[in-house]
């Protein structure tokens, strides 16, 4: 029996809130059903109010927080703007990076927030959107947190110290594309896709000239609290190697801020 003959049902109850639950006794109504064999495997309770499956709704336990963007915070005095003029967004929710680079480089996100550094903010999802300037033959998105390997992990048994051989806690490779690609990581909605098709997520063994790229599991990008650092290299086959000869490209970072709380009653 395969997965598309079962049907999960989610429901909330209400009526206990004030009351301790002992036991649950629940009934079962099959209606225009001729024959047949009803088959029901369990009964997961989950504390709260958000309706969930395996994973517990994070709106129980977090809750967004907003922020005011001011572009006058800059202004020394008697500046004078052409086109637009300067504006006061308040409640902002997402925030926005813009990014440049070319090559092998390491950007800064910040998950703090930008009026009091002090207040405690959780771990959040990044979603990067990436635009390579040249064709590329292979991308990696990773933290900075990493080491070199050594033995059968090596991609590069004959250069130790190449950056392919240096491997980081999160990572993830993308196989390659022509200039003007749209790469995008979003850790937020689980979507990997360069030019709008998924991104192979399998563990697997890559060619990469002369050598093996072993990559392992695919992991999105999250960032804690603080200022953190993540990893874009652009990779062009030269040689038999993957190597770093330039590459350009621009993009956006964005994130939602959190805290504890909860964003829904």
């Known amino acids: 029996m395969n997965k598309e003959s079962w049907t999960r049902y989610l429901a909330t109850l209400s009526k206990f809130q004030r009351k301790k639950v002992s036991s649950i006794e629940i009934e079962f109504v099959v209606e225009n059903v001729e024959a047949g064999t009803v088959r029901i495997t369990d009964l997961q309770l989950q504390e709260g109010q958000q309706v969930t499956a395996t994973i517990p709704n994070t709106a129980e336990f977090f809750t967004p927080k907003y922020g005011t963007l001011d572009e ?54 990044v979603d990067i959107t990436l635009y390579a300037k040249n064709d590329f033959d292979l991308l990696r998105i990773s933290t900075n947190y990493g080491d070199f390997v050594s033995g059968e992990e090596l991609t590069y048994e004959d250069e130790p110290d190449h950056p392919l051989n240096k491997r980081y806690s999160r990572e993830f490779f993308f196989e390659g594309g022509p200039a003007g690609s749209e790469i995008k990581l979003w850790a937020s909605q689980n979507i990997a896709t360069i030019n709008g098709q998924p991104a192979n997520r399998a ?63």
Do not use: C
């Open 72 to 125: 006058t915070k800059t202004a020394v005095g008697g500046d004078l703007y052409l086109g637009d003029q300067p504006r006061v967004f308040p409640s902002v929710k997402n925030r926005f990076y813009n990014i440049v680079g070319r090559g092998h480089e390491a950007i800064v996100v910040p998950n703090i927030y930008e009026d009091d550094f002090s207040q405690k903010l959780v771990t959040t999802a």
């Open 203 to 265: 563990s697997r063994l890559l060619n990469v000239g002369n050598g093996t790229l072993k990559i392992k599991r695919q992991l999105f990008m999250g960032l804690p609290y603080g200022s953190n650092r993540i990893r874009i290299e652009f990779y062009k086959l030269v040689n038999g190697k993957m190597q770093d000869v330039g590459i350009g490209y621009w993009g956006v970072v964005e994130l939602i801020q959190w805290q504890e709380g909860k964003s829904k009653p």
